[in-house]
């Protein structure tokens, strides 16, 4: 079964950001959700199969790189959820997420 922990972060050949499902995975069920620093959430929309950038055939794949994101929030078909975080895009690691930090105390 695909879990959140299959997906990968990859980058387009315009260095846009994606969060990608390798070929094998299950492709229909995901929920992939872009948030914001200020709160707003963008329901990414699937594409693929197909070529993706140069990481040759892909199952499908999701951009996530707007403006001001801060985290991607995923539910796999089983219904399993995770935070995803870049450690160089978007808000950061969780450690530095102005969503997931913000609560922590300093």
Known sequence: MTTPDDLQFRHDLDAD???VLPPGGTADGWTIVVVKADGTR???APEGPGGFSYYGQQERWWYVDHPGAAHVE???PDGTEAVLHHRQRLGGPAETCPLCSAGRPK
């Open 74 to 76: 995923v539910i796999a």
């Open 17 to 19: 950001l994606h969060v």
């Open 42 to 44: 963008i329901l990414a």
